[in-house]
């Protein structure tokens, strides 16, 4: 909790904090890898830092904690916590570099901010900062204690290779040393290094697309546009099968959770590929509860993993599909052609939602199953890349 001098410093100061937030994250990033280049080079993404989203994650988080702080001041915002947590020890993020953030940051707020820091404003936030870290850092060290590691990646063989679309490729990966594979949940990813052409070492997460026995299974979507995205390039590119590959632990809050309660899968483009876990999860397990699974594409060519969404759902007894096509290359019922849309749908109150998705995707279908009443906190999203929507 925020001491209460703080937290009226930082009530204060919060609408000047906030509106230069993303000018501040910027100037941290240029101050953290100009003493820190390697961090750049292999940890974090360089797509998102050079289109900005990495930035604007980072403000978002930090703004969106600052707020909770002082306007539910007993609460705490662990949603948004465990989800940076996750990602973090994917990426394998250890106490002692919240320090180096610390020290970053904070030169970056005083030089965007000038004689406006004085010593009880950076006091404040000093505060502000070191009661997020501490809080990650302890749900950091309880995964690495569940895990066993302490964000070490194992050598994974590439035992398969197969294509999905002209630009989705699954990868069947086994443990190199033939050990057993980490248990994990319906819904978690693995983050993935590569060695690129520079010598970088950069790391991604990809969801669990499936449920292989004896394996792992991720499943890559070729980035195009500038920047192209470097390792699932990489991947489509250099990557076949006997190759062998570093892949983490795997991790992530958002879980499909085994009970009774009738659930919505809702996907778009290649955010199927956690929801395609999740119903062979729901399928290997004779799950008997209602399942509403629903999927957007552009097209039926560009559907990932088509057939296995169709025929999963036909294995559980109680369930349903629905799909939607932007610009269908065959015939598709007037009332499914376009963008999802959920609002025909028999959607009971009482169930539990799990998205995946571009967010504007997400965005729209979370309204409409608030509009059906379903509660916010039973509505559970997974997003690629930096989290744009933190604290919402």
């Known amino acids: 909790m925020l001491s209460e001098k703080s937290a009226q410093t930082v009530r204060a100061t919060l609408p000047v ?76 993020v250890t106490g002692p570099q919240y320090q180096v953030v610390h020290d970053h940051l904070f030169a970056a707020i005083v030089e965007v901010l000038g004689e406006a820091v004085t010593p009880e404003v950076a006091e404040a936030w000093e505060e502000v900062y070191w009661l997020m870290a501490n809080a990650l850092i302890a749900i950091e060290q309880r995964l690495y204690e569940q895990s066993g590691t302490r964000g070490e990646r194992r050598p994974y063989t590439v035992v398969s290779r197969t294509a999905e679309t002209a630009d989705v490729a699954t990868f069947l990966l086994r443990p190199a040393d033939g050990g057993p594979v980490p248990a994990h949940k319906p819904g978690q990813y693995v983050s993935v290094q590569v060695e690129l052409a520079d010598g970088a070492k950069q790391i991604r997460q990809y969801s669990l697309s499936g449920q292989p026995e004896g394996g792992l299974q991720i499943t890559v979507k070729r980035v195009a546009g500038d920047p192209a995205g470097e390792v699932s390039n990489h991947l489509h590119q250099h990557v076949d099968e006997g190759a062998t590959l570093l892949v983490s632990h795997p991790f992530g809050d958002v879980q499909l959770a085994d009970e009774d309660r009738p659930v919505v899968l809702a996907s778009a483009g290649i955010g199927c590929t956690p929801i395609i876990g999740m119903l062979h999860h729901l399928a290997e397990t004779g799950a008997a509860r209602r399942v509403i699974a629903v999927h957007g594409d552009q097209q039926e060519s560009t559907h990932a993993f088509r057939e296995d969404f169709a025929g999963l759902v036909e294995k559980l007894p109680n369930a349903e599909a629905h799909v939607w096509y932007e610009h269908p290359e065959g015939e598709c019922p007037t009332d499914r052609t376009g963008r999802v849309d959920l609002t025909g749908l028999d959607v009971p109150a009482d169930a539990v939602a799990y998205l995946c998705g571009p967010l504007p995707f997400m965005r729209a279908v979370r309204t409409q199953l608030l509009e059906a009443g379903i509660p916010a906190a039973d509505i559970h999203y997974e997003v690629f890349g930096p989290d744009m929507w933190l604290g919402k």
């Not at 100037?27 to 289109?51: M, V």
């Open 17 to 92: 904090v906030g509106a230069a937030i993303e000018q501040i994250t910027g100037s941290f990033y240029h101050r953290l890898f100009a003493a820190h280049p390697e961090l750049l080079r292999d940890l974090f993404n360089r797509g998102n830092q050079a289109d900005g989203s990495q930035k604007s994650a980072l403000a978002g988080s930090i703004a969106a904690f600052a707020t909770v702080l002082v306007n539910n001041p007993d609460e705490r915002p662990d949603a948004m916590l465990a989800r940076i947590a996750h990602k973090h020890v994917s990426l394998g």
